[in-house]
């Protein structure tokens, strides 16, 4: 008997191990795209010229998207797709998407748990653009750096290809994806929020002090976090998260118009006093002013760490070397009492 119960529990054991096996093969990882930082290849199939021609009603049109799963079997998601952005589809060749995932179709592949998600493509074919698409991939990163607080962003190779043309035709160049708004709330333990107007002292002050910082550090204006554009939600180029009760907070995206970007085609707002992205301006809110002793600490704390973030060697050597110059500036001022008094303090918005 005690040979025959050895027995069962040695077949017990091994059937245990191959069903936890045949699970692990069948269930993604929790989370995995974006907490792996391997570049992705992916390709979009899609009517893209049909989409470019609608860009003022922004349909959403039926493509799929297939790429190599986490557990390195190809995959095909049925999915849609439509274009997005303000500035860009003035200024691109191919606009930024949003890619609108089935919840029901997602589980257990590389994109379990997603819905919609932006891809920042690059506007144009040449190679400053790869540098400006390269730029603001970076400057998530370093946002990254300094908060949890903050989209994620996973780099890729994407193939284009375009089911509406006469002949075969595709494209391939380099695009990042964005956490989707649902996405960063619920992990972070929050709720999107849809609100059209946000007082300064509803915003969680010391990460409002963060990120007017770091506005301020990448030459960035072109942003908000108490109203929107006329007519739309709260805040240019910022996602409302927060829990009842508690302070909000906005979180940042879009950044081609900074100046660490300097895009050819970026240009201040007319109602700024400054003629170019590269010159900064403080547009952070007095009543926060409190808060930036301990977020310039925070993020001289990182200042190693940003700056091997732009020593990308994918960049060109002119574009890297003048992220970092621009970089350098930047903790140049906040180091300097009088200059941070003078270009950060005293410049706060009332």
């Known amino acids: 008997m005690l040979r025959i119960g050895k027995l069962r529990a040695a077949v017990f054991v091994a059937l245990s191990l191959m069903l936890a096996t045949a699970v692990a093969q069948d269930a993604s990882p929790p989370d995995s795209l974006f907490l792996d930082e391997t570049p992705l290849a992916l390709k979009i199939s899609a009517p893209f010229r049909e989409l470019a021609r609608a860009d003022e009603d922004r349909p959403e049109f039926d493509a799929v998207i297939e790429f190599a799963d986490w557990n390195g079997s190809d995959t095909a998601i049925d999915i849609e797709v439509r274009i997005r952005g303000r500035s860009r589809l003035d200024n691109c060749d191919f606009p930024p998407l949003s890619l609108d995932f089935p919840r029901d179709e997602v589980d257990g ?26 730029h603001e991939f970076l400057i998530y990163r370093m946002l990254n750096q300094l908060t949890d607080r903050s989209f994620r962003v996973r780099w890729a190779t994407v193939e284009y290809v375009y089911t509406d043309a006469n002949r ?114 403080y547009r952070g809110y007095c009543a926060t002013n409190h808060g930036l002793t301990a977020a310039m600490l925070h993020i001289n704390q990182h200042a190693e760490s940003l700056r091997n973030l732009l020593d990308d060697e994918s960049l060109s050597d002119r574009a890297r070397e003048r992220a970092l110059d621009y970089l350098d500036e930047f903790f140049e001022i906040i180091n300097d009492p009088e200059e941070r008094q003078e270009q950060i303090h005293e410049r706060c918005l009332n």
């Open 168 to 281: 075969e035709r595709s494209r391939v160049e380099p695009a990042f994806l964005i956490e989707g708004d649902w996405e960063v709330a619920q992990r972070l333990g929050m709720q999107a929020v849809e609100i059209e107007e946000i007082a300064v002292d509803e915003l969680d002050a010391q990460y409002a002090a963060l990120m007017s910082l770091f506005h301020y550090m990448i030459g960035n204006t072109d942003w908000a976090t108490i109203l929107g554009p006329p007519g739309e939600l709260c805040c240019h180029n910022g996602k409302v998260i927060g829990n009842s009760g508690e302070p909000f907070v906005v979180l940042p995206y879009d950044f081609d118009n900074s100046g660490l970007v300097s895009a050819s085609y970026a240009v201040p707002s007319d109602i700024l006093p400054i003629r170019s992205v590269r010159r900064r301006l």
């Open 109 to 134: 592949t590389l994109f379990t748990g997603q819905n919609r998600l932006k891809l920042v493509t690059q506007c144009k074919q040449s190679d400053s653009f790869r540098d400006y698409l390269t």
